[in-house]
Every structure is written in C-alpha cells, then in structure tokens.
C-alpha cells in the first residue's frame, strides 16, 4: 500500500526495472490506504531489499489471509 497513486506508479516502475512483474490493483477493502492503490508482485528474497519511501505497508498473502511484512513508522 501507498501514500499516492503516484508512489504506487513509481513503485510499479521500479520493481519492472528490477525484472519483478507487477500488477497495480485496488487495495482489498480488509485493508486500508491513503490512496486506495496496492502492487500485486512475487518476491522471493529480503523484502528490506525493495522498501522504498513511497510504501506504507507491504502485506504478504497465504492461504488467503494478509500478514503484516514491513509498516513504514
């Protein structure tokens, strides 16, 4: 999740110039935003490696629940 729309489109950019495909969706109403933008992307490695400053929370998804990964402070 994102502070801006824009973030979310600079994140997108991002991660598709780090070979990371990405999908830029609504953020699932279970969970909230300030600007109602999420990334929906595979990542295997450290996610402290793709933080940026434009990330409010980053959520992984399993078994179709959302755990809280990383949360900006």
């Known amino acids: 999740m994102f502070y801006t729309h824009s973030g979310a489109v600079k994140y997108d950019r991002y991660l598709r110039g780090n070979q990371v495909k990405c999908q830029l969706m609504p953020v699932p109403r ?3 935003s300030s600007c109602g933008i999420g990334a929906r992307f595979e990542y295997e490695a450290d996610v402290s490696l793709i933080v940026s400053e434009d990330i409010e929370r980053l959520y992984r998804k399993e ?8 949360s900006a402070e």
């Open 30 to 32: 279970k969970l909230s």
């Open 63 to 70: 078994s179709g629940e959302y755990q809280l990964v990383y």
